[in-house]
């Protein structure tokens, strides 16, 4: 079974700085794609970043980045020049195999300080 | 822009009464989705349609059922509602074409049992 680990449920970051969150995830699947969402406080829940397994390349959107590390099974994003409105709940989600589920991480507040 | 839109923001019902959250999509997805959220557990999906009339159970099923009778709408039924069964309910949509797997989340319902 797919399993994803957000191992710190809490991180903050000053206004301006950069930050990196972590991800790991367990999976027997050859082919998977993995997700970063962001749901603000009281807003919904959208996509930030995604990446497709079989892309060498880490995938990069403005000041979001992934550090993906295939072998090491590890997914981290990485936010720069953080803003206030970045402060949300990170989730980490899996595709699940042969399948359009996702599994997701138990999730973690980021607090954006000024 | 896809929208999910939920009937309710927020909900209060007494224990053994019978509740419907309802779950609308705009983009004609096919597949459509149920999650609770609870702090400190993530996402769980509880169940998932992949076409009308079709359904697949998630991993916390119990206490649940749904409903799919056309495409864009997608229900989620307590069929006595208990006080374990207050949470966040969070419906998305995605399309079936196995390329993108993201998935459009609606704004939640926050379901008080009392």
């Known amino acids: 079974a797919q399993t994803v680990t957000q191992s710190q449920p809490e991180m903050s970051v000053q206004e301006a700085e950069t930050v990196t969150l972590s991800c790991t995830y367990d999976?027997?699947?050859?082919?998977?794609?993995l997700f970063w969402y962001k749901q603000p406080p009281s807003r919904q829940m959208i996509l930030v970043i995604r990446?497709?397994?079989?892309?060498?390349q880490n995938a990069t959107e403005n000041r979001f980045s992934v550090n993906f590390q295939k072998a090491a099974k590890s997914f981290s994003l990485k936010i720069s020049d953080s803003q206030l409105g970045d402060a949300a709940m990170y989730f980490c989600?899996?595709?699940?195999?042969?399948?359009?589920?996702?599994?997701f991480g138990k999730g973690m507040k980021l607090t954006v300080n000024p | 822009d896809v929208k999910v839109t939920q009937s309710s923001r927020y909900l209060v019902k007494r224990t053994g009464e019978k509740v419907f959250l309802e779950c609308v999509q705009d983009?004609?997805?096919?597949?459509m989705f149920w999650y609770r959220q609870d702090p400190g557990l993530g996402l769980r999906l509880i169940y998932f349609?992949?076409?009308?009339?079709?359904?697949e159970k998630g991993d916390i099923p119990e206490g649940y059922s749904v409903s799919r009778e056309k495409k864009e709408r997608f229900s989620l039924i307590l069929e006595s509602a208990s006080t374990n069964q207050t949470s966040m309910y969070l419906c998305?949509?995605?399309?079936?074409?196995?390329?993108?797997?993201?998935?459009?989340f609606g704004p939640g319902t926050r379901l008080t049992v009392t």
């Open positions: 998305a949509s995605s399309p079936r074409d196995r390329v993108t797997y993201e998935q459009y």
């Open positions: 999976t027997s699947e050859s082919d998977y794609y």
């Open positions: 990446q497709e397994a079989y892309k060498q």
């Open positions: 989600a899996l595709t699940q195999g042969g399948s359009e589920k996702l599994v």
């Open positions: 983009m004609d997805h096919e597949n």
């Open positions: 349609s992949y076409d009308v009339k079709m359904k």
